[in-house]
């Protein structure tokens, strides 16, 4: 990350050095320059984009979320489905499908979700989200308690 031209002129200098150093061989006019204020112009070869993907997730300018927890929240219901005749099966406990969904379905669900910037509406959908994972698994609001679940199921050791 760089504040301003000059530093980002001598931070992909300094990748390219070591990079050729290791052998490698780096094209700056295939890098690409994502910026959170205007450009008014640039000096380096390379693509300018609004957005990109960094380890399976969106980063955007603006730094907006949204469209990666919605991302998350649908891989979670494909799962969810996936699950769909275990989880409504009567031959298997509750505490078991409860287990299943905080193995299979909340890590995906949360994915990334350390760097997410989340609005309040967001954060109302996630919980509500959650509840109905917890419904369609049989785990009611007032049984949930009585299986020792009061635990919040998305939170990660």
């Known amino acids: 990350?760089?504040?301003?031209?000059?530093?980002?002129?001598?931070?992909?200098?300094?990748?390219?050095?070591?990079?050729?150093?290791?052998?490698?061989?780096?094209?700056?006019?295939?890098?690409?320059?994502?910026?959170?204020?205007?450009?008014?112009?640039?000096q380096i070869d390379?693509?300018?984009?609004a957005d990109f993907i960094f380890w399976g997730s969106k980063i955007?300018?603006?730094?907006?979320?949204?469209?990666?927890?919605?991302?998350?929240?649908?891989?979670?219901?494909?799962?969810?489905?996936?699950l769909d005749s275990i989880l409504k099966s009567r031959d298997i406990t509750l505490p078991t499908?409860?287990?299943l969904l905080k193995a299979m379905v909340f890590p995906v669900v949360m994915y990334g979700c350390e760097s997410w910037t989340i609005k309040k509406?967001?954060?109302i959908k996630l919980d509500y989200k959650e509840e109905?994972?917890?419904l369609n698994c049989g785990v009611e609001e007032n049984s949930s308690e009585s299986l020792g679940l009061q635990e919040d199921p998305t939170s990660q050791p």
């Open 97 to 99: 499908k409860f287990c």
């Open 132 to 134: 109905l994972m917890l």
């Open 46 to 49: 390379g693509e300018t984009v």
């Open 1 to 42: 990350m760089a504040e301003n031209e000059e530093e980002l002129k001598s931070l992909l200098m300094k990748v390219k050095e070591d990079s050729e150093k290791a052998g490698l061989k780096l094209n700056i006019q295939k890098t690409k320059i994502m910026s959170s204020s205007p450009i008014t112009s640039w």
């Open 121 to 123: 509406a967001e954060t």
């Open 60 to 82: 955007t300018a603006d730094g907006d979320c949204s469209h990666e927890i919605k991302r998350c929240l649908l891989l979670g219901r494909k799962i969810m489905s996936n």
